[in-house]
């Protein structure tokens, strides 16, 4: 399924970047305390996880039987906040590195026709588990290869 390739090829390519760990690509509904460690701590102690979902999906009628599709994929980036650790730079600059690593592929790994370069639309703070975190949504517009 074009998609879930598509979604696959974002989540290979964000856990390529020197730094991310704990990629998913779904949303996880962690219910315990337990759940949400176990899902979020990096090797280091600290906390870090990405998720990977579409947002939307427009189509567009070229004709019989061909229809080009172009999905919008959110990958949402959350890291713990440590003053100490100089943090939100830190995440910053991991930002950057991931919003790279999505434009210099824009065929995200031969799964998609063409991608355009990855938005980063927010960037704020948000309690998860009583812990604040730095909070990140990137965008990714990719356009489905024909079938074929």
Partial sequence: MALENIITAVKSIVEGVSGVEN???TVRNWQSEKQFRD???TASGAIQFWFITR???????LGPRLTARRHRIAVHGY???NDAALSEKTFQALLESVAAALGSDRKLNQTARHSGPAQVRAVDFRILSNVLCH???LGVEAEEKPAG
């Fill in 23 to 25: 990629v998913y690509d």
């Fill in 39 to 41: 899902g979020a701590r």
């Fill in 135 to 137: 909070h990140a949504e």
């Fill in 55 to 61: 947002e939307a999906t427009e189509a567009e009628d």
């Fill in 79 to 81: 890291a713990g906040v």
